[in-house]
């Protein structure tokens, strides 16, 4: 089976292995650009949300996570989401540090 719809160029195919590996323009090219900004663009979506989820889970513990209802619990995470919804608009990761940890040297 061969690559269809003008694809070809994107794949190689192994004889020898019989299957389809991405060629040089699938890996660096503008497959690879938008790959890359669908990965930026997923972690700016992510950041926020999973930061915001650690914080809540430190103030709820998982037993008083699980007796909320879906409108106590979005009422509750949601000052959490803002906070860093907020931060990395304004400021992207530019202030993000980890805490009590030594920083690399130099």
């Known amino acids: 089976m061969r690559p269809r719809n ?3 160029r994107l794949a190689e195919c192994s004889a020898e292995h019989a299957e389809y590996f991405p060629s040089n323009e ?3 090219g503008e497959v690879a650009d938008l790959i890359s900004e669908y ?3 997923q972690f700016w979506e992510e950041l926020p ?3 915001a989820m650690r914080d809540f889970s430190r103030e709820y513990d ?3 996570a699980a007796a909320l209802d ?3 619990f979005a009422a509750k995470s949601q000052p959490f989401l803002d906070k ?3 931060e990395v608009e304004k400021h992207g990761i530019d202030r993000l540090e980890i805490a009590g940890g030594d920083a690399p040297k130099r």
Do not use: I, P, T, V
């Open 70 to 72: 879906s409108k106590d």
């Open 26 to 28: 699938f890996e660096e």
């Open 62 to 64: 998982e037993q008083a």
């Open 6 to 8: 003008g694809l070809e």
């Open 39 to 41: 990965d930026d663009d």
């Open 84 to 86: 860093y919804w907020d």
């Open 49 to 51: 949300d999973r930061l």
